[in-house]
Structures are given as structure tokens and as C-alpha cells.
């Protein structure tokens, strides 16, 4: 099993914010894009989610998100977040999403639906769909948001973490531990663990705090992504678990 992960996913997954914002600002349209498709996976659907909470229809929200991650791109407003020290990016973002809801994409619906363009079409199918089966139809858009938000997060972190297992061969091996990643209190049985990996409890108990403690830097780097320099990460953490509780 990898001892660390930050090696692995080091080229692909920016460790800061403020590596993900100077790659949007960078000269080369490949680091660019690869930096926008970043941010649209961690904000996609939480934004999209906001919106249809703000009671918009599916086709309104999907250009309201569409139009305003256009919007960041062209205008290079994300870049300059690192001059004005605007704290979370989650914040930022809600934030001139909710201005951008209020007046520029009021305007822009008298133009052509998408105006032509289009980021990350994949996103736009999914997102209504996951939306669909989505609890949470007694919250404010904004608490809706961020628990959104947490989910994703948590999800870019199993994503990641699936992804090392299956680089050195040993899905089973993650399928068998992805249990002990469970925020509902459940309890883990070693027993079935240690006879599907075919090791004794006592080791079964190792790998599952190996394993976790391997997820919790992925997640640690994911959430790391989206502060600033005077945010704190363990803060940031725990609110995010509280919110994949059901806070």
C-alpha cells in the first residue's frame, strides 16, 4: 500500500488555492483550462444546487453556473482574489455567484441560451440528476450550498484515493476498506475485512489506519485547495464534517 499520497497526486492536484488561482492566470490555455476543469469539479454542482434552490429551473440554473464559470475565466476574477486576500474560495465564490444571480446574468437571458459556449458539458448532465435524489429540501440555499459543498469535497477525496489503490492493483483492497471511511457511526467489522484480504484482525486494524490516515491528507489537501493563508484547515475540517453529519 502507498505510504503517502502527496507524491502521486501532487502534478494533477494543486496542494494550495493559490496554486489553482496562478493556474488560471498562467500563459499556457492548456495549465488554464486544466485549472477551470479543477475548480468546476469542486464547484459545479454545489453552485448548480444553490441555484435550483434559489427556486431557478433546470435550464436557468445550468446557464446561471455555466455563464458565471465563464464569466471567472474571461474576467480573471479569481486571480486577483490572491491580491485582495478574500479568505475562503467557497465564500468568494457564493458570494459573486449571488451577484452575478442578481444582476449580469439577469441581463445576459435576453441573449442565446449559453451564448455558444460551454465548460464541461459532463458536469451539466449530472448535475440535475444528483440534484433529483439530493437531500436537504428544508434548507436555506446558502446552508444548502455549503453542505453540497462538503459532499463534493469528501468525494474528490475517495475519487483520489480510489484512484491510488487502483494504480498499484489493489482495488479489492479498497473495496474492502471503503467502509472505514463512514461518517455514520457504524461499526466496522475487522473480521469481515481481515477474511476478504485474507490477513489476520490484528493486521486488517493496521491497514484501516493506514487507510485513513491516507484519506484524511487527500481530504486535508482538498480542503487546503480552497482557503486562504490565515484560514485553518483542522476548522475547515471539522465544519465539513459536521455538515456530511447533517449539521
Same mark, same amino acid.
Given at each position: &500500500? ?5 507524491? =502521486? ?7 494550495t ?9 498562467? @500563459? ?6 486544466? @485549472? ?7 464547484y ?6 444553490? @441555484? ?6 433546470k435550464?436557468? =440554473? ?28 467557497? /465564500? !468568494?465564490?457564493?458570494? /459573486?455567484?449571488?451577484? !452575478?444571480?442578481? /444582476? ?10 449559453g ?15 444528483? !440534484? ?11 446552508? !444548502? ?21 487502483a ?5 479489492? &483492497? ?21 477474511? %476478504?484480504?485474507? %490477513? ?16 484524511? @491528507?487527500?481530504?486535508?489537501?482538498? %480542503? ?19 455538515l456530511? %453529519?447533517?449539521?
Amino acid at each position: &500500500m502507498p505510504e503517502s499520497s502527496e507524491n =502521486a497526486s501532487a502534478s494533477a492536484f494543486p496542494p494550495t488555492r493559490w496554486s489553482l488561482i496562478q493556474s488560471l492566470n498562467d @500563459a499556457t490555455e492548456e495549465n488554464r483550462q486544466q @485549472a477551470m476543469a479543477q475548480l468546476c469539479k469542486l464547484y459545479w454542482y454545489p453552485l448548480y444546487a444553490y @441555484a435550483r434552490k434559489r427556486g431557478l429551473t433546470k435550464p436557468d =440554473a445550468e446557464d446561471l453556473t455555466q455563464g458565471f464559470f465563464h464569466r471567472l475565466l474571461a474576467n480573471e476574477s479569481l486571480p486577483k482574489i490572491a491580491e485582495r486576500d478574500q479568505g475562503k474560495l467557497r /465564500s !468568494y465564490l457564493l458570494t /459573486s455567484m449571488q451577484h !452575478y444571480l442578481t /444582476s449580469d446574468w439577469r441581463k445576459a437571458t435576453a441573449e442565446k441560451r449559453g451564448g455558444g459556449n460551454t465548460i464541461l458539458s459532463l458536469e451539466t448532465e449530472d448535475a440535475e440528476a444528483r !440534484y433529483a435524489v439530493d437531500p436537504g429540501t428544508d434548507q436555506d440555499p446558502e446552508h !444548502y450550498f455549503d453542505q453540497r459543498w462538503a459532499s463534493q469535497t469528501f468525494e474528490n477525496a475517495v475519487k483520489r484515493l480510489r484512484h491510488e489503490y487502483a494504480l498499484g492493483g489493489k482495488e479489492t &483492497m479498497f473495496a474492502a476498506l471503503e467502509p472505514a471511511l463512514s461518517l455514520g457511526g457504524s461499526r466496522l467489522d475487522y473480521g469481515d475485512i481481515a477474511s %476478504i484480504l485474507e %490477513i489476520s484482525v490484528g493486521a486488517a486494524r493496521t491497514q484501516v489506519t493506514r487507510f485513513r490516515k491516507q484519506f484524511r @491528507a487527500l481530504l486535508r489537501e482538498e %480542503i487546503a485547495m480552497t482557503l486562504g493563508p490565515e484560514d485553518d484547515i483542522e476548522d475547515e475540517l471539522h465544519y465539513l464534517q459536521h455538515l456530511l %453529519i447533517g449539521g
